[in-house]
């Protein structure tokens, strides 16, 4: 009778990697606690874990409020492997975080793109007005010059999205490589 082959590693499952430090403190999800309540049934199942102790964990990853009460709960049904020992991010957490970035230049770029659009707008309709006040006179519609400017930013952040969230993942990959090879 041969041994089966271990489970494969649940660790990328979670919406945070559980066991690194910054996560410890983070709000446990309905999944998180799923994916904690499936290696232990598996670990039933393939009789690793007693009823009792079933019960007690499952118990203790339902109440769970944080994702650093989860780990203990499983980490002897299941590989640590080495990627968590050194704090490498999974694919899945590199891949947020380049969503993240993209997030956030989008909305930069939003606000480059409206507030000196509104602002060039505004200059060009009270200058329009004159002295006077009672006739509009816009004359050449100069602002859409700004909007031109400002908006082709924008447009090539968003028609460039995939490319820019892989160009941020290579990044981060390598900027943690480089902090590994510190700390070795």
């Known amino acids: 009778m041969s041994a089966a082959p271990p489970s494969p ?3 990328g499952q979670f919406t945070v990697d559980p066991r690194r430090p910054e996560a410890a403190g983070l709000r ?8 904690v309540l499936g290696v232990l049934a598996e670990g039933y ?33 299941v590989p640590d492997g080495p990627a968590a020992a050194r704090g490498v991010p999974d694919r899945a957490d590199l ?6 970035r993209w997030e956030a230049q989008r ?19 009270m200058a329009g007005f004159g002295d006077d006040g009672e006739h509009f006179d816009g004359g050449f519609a ?8 400002t908006g082709a930013g924008l447009l090539r952040l968003i028609l460039t999205k995939q490319d820019f969230i892989a160009q941020q993942e290579r990044r981060l990959e390598k900027r943690q490589r480089r902090r590994d090879a510190l700390s070795e």
């Open 9 to 11: 590693s649940p660790w």
């Open 28 to 35: 446990a999800s309905d999944r998180d606690r799923d994916v």
């Open 45 to 77: 199942a393939e009789g690793r874990l007693t009823r009792e102790e079933h019960d007690e964990r499952a118990a203790t990853a339902t109440a769970a409020k944080t994702l650093g009460e989860l780990p203990a709960l499983i980490r002897d049904l």
């Open 95 to 100: 891949h947020r975080q380049a969503l993240q």
């Open 107 to 125: 909305r930069q770029a939003v606000m480059t793109f409206v507030i000196p659009t509104l602002i060039c707008w505004a200059i060009w309709v």
């Open 142 to 149: 100069w602002p859409v010059f700004v909007m031109l400017g």
